[in-house]
């Protein structure tokens, strides 16, 4: 019996260790394309976070000195920074975040000279894609996933040219099923968004954050009003789960 019981017992303990949060990160990272890969991080670096409200966050956009919560507003970008920071306290590291709420990636490219090549990062981490749908279903845009495709190429061959040594991050627009904004109307259209960004990444050789598959594997921890407010922005907790992947991709 007493063996019994700790067979049971350990069985258990295994289970809930396979679904903890780095655990989560891991796995899905370690399925991606690119998950064993990483980009070192060296010192004097720039780094720039871009995108739309979820990496925007709330920071004050007349702010422009680095490494600061008024740059870098209270989303994973910040949390990213912070641990970056932390981590690579010798390094002198710079870090930015000029994501804009609402964007999608033409409003991206209309100042990409100001908020990305003028500021001549090292590392770039790109995080776009959900207002490019989004915002097809009130009517508010007439975009559509080949405007997606050609525009994120566009984008990213530019800044390519500008600065050929750049390191390059994106993360996988990402949307959690049955929390407020989303719903069937989503799918399977969304879909083909992400499925495009990762080809992208793929075909200009950058690191690739697979979140949606991270926030689906988190379910199993917790519900999806645990991870965001409304389906797509992050909760404190969303944030730091989205924070704790963005990291596990440098070195």
């Not at 370690?30 to 780094?47: E, L, P, Q, W, Y």
Request: include cysteine; proline fraction near 4%; charge should be positive.
């Amino acid at each position: 019996m007493n063996s019994r019981r700790d067979f049971i017992t350990k069985a258990a303990t295994a289970t809930v260790a396979a679904v903890t949060i780095p655990g989560i990160i891991n796995t899905a990272l370690a399925a991606s394309t690119s998950g064993k890969k990483k980009i070192s991080i060296d010192t004097g670096n720039v780094i720039l976070f871009q995108g739309d409200s979820i990496t925007d966050w709330g920071r004050d956009r007349k702010q422009t000195a680095p490494n600061t919560s008024a740059m870098l507003g209270g989303g994973y970008a910040m949390l990213a920074a912070s641990g970056l920071l932390y981590k690579y306290a010798g390094k002198n590291l710079q870090v930015y975040n000029k994501g804009i709420s609402g964007n999608k990636v033409f409003q991206l490219a209309d100042r990409w000279d100001d908020d990305c090549l003028n500021l001549k990062p090292n590392v770039l981490s790109i995080l776009i894609g959900v207002n490019d749908f989004w915002h097809t279903l009130n009517g508010s845009y007439k975009g559509t996933i080949e405007n997606y495709t050609t525009d994120y190429k566009k984008l990213l061959d530019r800044t390519k040219q500008a600065l050929p040594d750049l390191k390059l991050i994106i993360g996988e627009p990402f949307a959690v099923k049955g929390v407020k904004a989303v719903d069937d109307k989503w799918y399977p259209a969304f879909d083909e968004y992400r499925a495009s960004a990762k080809a992208i990444a793929e075909q200009y050789d950058a690191v690739w954050i697979p979140y949606q598959s991270i926030f689906d594997k988190a379910l199993e921890t917790a519900p999806g009003s645990y991870w965001t407010t409304d389906g797509v922005h992050p909760s404190v907790a969303g944030s730091q789960l989205m924070a704790h992947a963005w990291l596990e991709t440098v070195k």
